[in-house]
DNA sequence: AAGCGCTGTCGAAGCGCTTCACCGATTCTC
DNA sequence: GAGAATCGGTGAAGCGCTTCGACAGCGCTT
């Protein structure tokens, strides 16, 4: 491995100039530093990371906290560490990624280590046990998603709040009155993952505005849990005509499920996802949704982590504002009509006869 | 931040025996190592990484190089990503998550900057352009994939000519000879991902001994795509029964598409699929599948790590042995009995009445 | 009793870098 | 034209750890 000292040698200066041309923390006269860059690159030279962070007290390094639970909402997670590392480049960091496996241990390990400058959090709960370590810590952190308490801490999430509202918004416009929320899975909400709460207190709140009823049932996903779900829906709310669903596992077996009993999407039932992109789109109806915008966030995040490395500072809680996108899932709400007694439409729709898809 | 030399301090011994009562590299007494334990704890010291990687040259991280197409079998990569960092901590290491963004380049980088000490590539091509520089890098590397030329490298993968073997036969002995295979998108096979080509590889082979006819069709995900191919398929070939699938995104939109043509799943074709089991349990058809073992993989790939960083020797291809599953969307080849012209069975199977779902 | 090999501990060197203090040579300022 | 400020460069002191060689003390053997 090639060295400082040597690429100064090579160059015919001392090893602190190199150093200076390297971080600019000085100025260096233009043939100097051309030299010393010419001699970087002839003899391929690349500081070595751990004398680096042991002299500079700065490894470049951003930790980034996964959940364990490998089983939900992965895609966005992806999302996100991939948007995470890649804007972590841009800025000259790199990535460490943490699974939840450690648990809060992590969190000591890493600060007290120095091996990060900095963490970022995902699937941060309302009361997470590792904020009160990384506060102590006093290492530099954002976390993705909203604790309750937030003093000290940099957030960055969706506005969920919001987000619940726009759909109700949404629905309601087009003449829905009930509205049945398809949740996160029961688990998620006993872990008390803000967001899953949050959408629903936003969807509550803006109900009750624009006169709609909402049943809130949380699901697993799949087709057992949603098809046990939605009879229990429509047993409970015969009237339901507009469903808003949070949970990526759901929303296929929903739209599946919907047309195998002979309710159209969007002529009899109007369809929101919250989900990515990705997942409304190729679904087997392009679905009127909110996206959630991992990129963005991870994104974002970053550069809250850099901005405060950097010393500057910065918002405490940064919500991104949700966009509703209108696609083929959803459309006025049926006109109260004579129906067959479980609350379902007479006539008309059967499966195939509505030619919702794009393929016909 | 506690340093050793305080430790030392405060256990009243040299610095150097608390680095051996770490290390485990010399032997202790056993009462100087309680004491030395004990400051440990007390004061709730933290070796430094920075400093211990620049006076070991060992910075005990792993990089792990995901691939940028963050649109393409996702969880697969999600699953390997979270088993490589479970298993690496397992060993003490830590894992540092690069995109493929970088490119080539983060190779020399890592390896210029000793910041990891071993590599784990993922999306492997036959050609890959990091392999020479992973090469003269000279530090020790796993590659998941397996390139065309696997001199001095370490690899681990399915053994997806034996998986394509695998679901030919399990269709051949059900009586199937006309077999189609949905694979991933062209892009894919564009850029020679080994893996999507040695499994075609290993269907056409065993088809020639079991006597099938391949039709091998490359498919991008999605409802508009797969229907295009799908009606190519049974134009050209009417009598197909057996469905090869091996691309996630297409496996909801076949069986809706077929469901959709009035082909019964598994009464008028069967299906299996190459997929990860929970896709292959999600489905709105419990898919007979060959599961990719994306966590045995991840885990496979820190184990050769770790034993290669530690001078034992290890093979230099590990192939896993695929494992097909039978679940409810393969069943014996329909009598070749009249069709309707169209290479369809006439009559009966009509939608939502064959009750192939768990829902009912 | 001298010599041997162990074991447990220590001191010191140094890993490769950053950064501070210092210094000569210019250039500015009044 | 004297003093101050600036520029471009150097040397040396660490950052906190690992590890090598030295060595004291011990129980053996001969």
Redesign the interface.
């Known amino acids: 491995?090639v060295t400082l000292a040597e690429v100064a040698q090579h160059a015919g200066v001392s090893a602190s100039t190199v150093s200076y041309v390297l971080s600019g923390k000085r100025s260096i006269s233009a043939s100097t530093r051309k030299r010393v860059e010419h001699s970087i690159q002839q003899l391929?030279?690349?500081?070595?990371?751990?004398?680096?962070?042991?002299a500079s007290?700065r490894?470049n390094?951003i930790a980034?906290m996964?959940p364990?639970r490998?089983?939900m909402y992965?895609?966005v997670?992806?999302?996100i560490?991939?948007a995470v590392?890649?804007t972590a480049?841009t800025h000259g960091y790199?990535?460490?990624?943490?699974?939840g496996?450690?648990g809060p241990a992590a969190v000591?390990?890493i600060a007290?280590?120095?091996?990060a400058d900095a963490m970022i959090l995902m699937d941060v709960e309302l009361h997470d046990e590792r904020l009160p370590l990384l506060r102590e810590s006093g290492r530099t952190a954002v976390l993705i998603g909203l604790p309750a308490d937030t003093t000290g801490l940099t957030c960055v999430d969706l506005d969920f709040e919001a987000t619940g509202a726009l759909c109700v918004e949404h629905l309601a416009e087009l003449g829905h009155r009930e509205i049945a929320v398809i949740g996160e899975a029961p688990a998620v909400y006993e872990r008390h993952t803000g967001f899953a709460e949050r959408t629903v207190d936003g969807i509550r709140a803006k109900a009750r505005r624009s006169g709609a009823r909402i049943l809130h049932r949380p699901c697993e996903?799949?087709?057992?849990a949603?098809?046990t779900t939605l009879s229990r829906i429509f047993d409970e709310r015969p009237g339901t005509t507009g469903f808003i669903v949070q949970n990526e596992?759901a929303v296929?077996?929903l739209l599946?499920?919907l047309r195998?009993q002979g309710r159209a999407v969007p002529e009899d039932v109007s369809v929101v996802a919250i989900c990515p992109e990705?997942v409304a789109?190729?679904a087997?109806v392009r679905l009127t949704s909110v996206a959630i915008p991992a990129q963005e966030m991870g994104r974002r995040s970053v550069e809250q982590v850099v901005a405060k490395l950097a010393g500057r500072d910065t918002e405490e809680v940064e919500l991104l504002a949700p966009e509703l996108t209108v696609r083929e899932s959803t459309g006025p709400a049926p006109a109260a009509g004579p129906t067959d007694g479980r609350g379902r439409p007479t006539g008309s729709a059967t499966?195939?006869g509505t030619g919702r898809?794009?393929?016909g």
Chains 1, 2 share one sequence.
Request: glycine fraction near 12%; proline fraction near 6%.
């Open positions: 491995m391929g030279y690349h500081p070595n990371a751990g004398a680096r962070a042991l007290s490894s390094i980034l996964v364990l490998t089983d992965v895609p997670m992806m999302e560490a991939i590392a890649t480049r790199d990535v460490l990624l943490l699974t496996e450690e000591r390990r007290g280590s120095s091996l996903g799949g087709y057992a949603m098809g596992a296929e077996p599946n499920l195998q990705q789109t190729g087997s499966y195939g898809h794009p393929m």
